[in-house]
């Protein structure tokens, strides 16, 4: 396994404020890698230190041997390209075409001729199971689809880390399931490694291949593993009862 990720050192804080201090961890190359833990203890705010839109109060992210805030532009710009990122609504343009929300990030960031930028539109949405959808517009949409062309447009510049926040929000069961096979098709296919905050357990469980637990008291990560291996073997009651929320007594 190779490193893909390492969060060294890193403190994150509201003014005065501390959210989480301290966590140190790894995501190697090919991980489905879970930021978990109660609402409120700062999981999205972790992921914008990780995709460069928040800076940290201390400490870095680093990719390889690239500091993502201690770098210099040109470094983290080519982090940044790296990165494709599904934000818990979609973030859609509401008044363009699926085809047009997906050609955007090719337009702005490639020299690419209008001809390709639009086969790679398509190409991308065929790859989430969108074919045929080119040209409708995300109101037009379900809550999965919407989801599915969010992933396509993180997909548009052939990104090899993909980072999701809350990627079954306001998903039906089913349509949670079915997002949760295409990111391990996704993952298997692309040789992608994925970063995901979610508060699912059936996703944790299904597609999680390692975790990290942070804790609104302590205000660090006290827990780091396979979940389901912290499930049967974490001594930390907080963990316990996170990864057995809703479940009967003796499961």
């Known amino acids: 396994m190779t490193t893909a990720i390492e969060v060294r050192n890193l403190d994150m804080m509201y003014g005065d404020r501390v959210v989480q201090r301290d966590l140190n961890f790894v995501v190697e190359t090919g991980d489905i890698f879970v930021i978990m833990g109660p609402s409120g203890t700062g999981k999205s705010t972790l992921l914008r230190h990780m995709i460069g839109l928040v800076a940290p109060a201390r400490g870095d992210v680093y990719y390889e041997a690239?500091?993502?805030?201690?770098?210099?532009?040109e470094s983290r710009q080519r982090v940044l390209r790296r990165i494709g990122v599904l934000y818990q609504?979609?973030?859609?343009?509401?008044?363009?075409?699926l085809a047009e929300n997906?050609?955007?990030?090719?337009?702005?960031?490639?020299?690419l001729p209008m001809a390709t930028v639009r086969d790679v539109a398509r190409l991308k949405l065929a790859l989430v199971g969108l074919a045929g959808f080119e040209d409708f517009y995300p109101p037009q949409l379900s809550?999965?689809?919407?989801?599915?062309?969010?992933?396509?447009?993180?997909?548009a510049l052939d990104p090899d880390i993909l980072f999701f926040d809350e990627p079954s929000s306001g998903l039906d069961p089913i349509s949670s399931r079915h997002l949760d096979d295409l990111i391990l098709e996704l993952r298997d296919s692309l040789g992608a490694t994925v970063v995901m905050v979610t508060h699912e357990l059936a996703s944790i469980f299904a597609i999680g291949t390692r975790a990290v637990f942070l804790d609104d008291e302590a205000k660090t990560i006290t827990a780091a593993g396979n979940p389901t291996t912290l499930l049967h073997e974490s001594g930390d009651p907080k963990v316990h009862r996170f990864l057995t929320r809703g479940r009967e007594p003796g499961r």
């Open 66 to 73: 690239t500091g993502l805030w201690t770098g210099d532009d």
């Open 89 to 97: 609504e979609g973030a859609l343009w509401s008044s363009m075409t």
């Open 102 to 111: 997906v050609a955007l990030p090719v337009e702005e960031f490639t020299d």
């Open 143 to 155: 809550g999965g689809m919407r989801k599915r062309a969010g992933l396509a447009r993180a997909l």
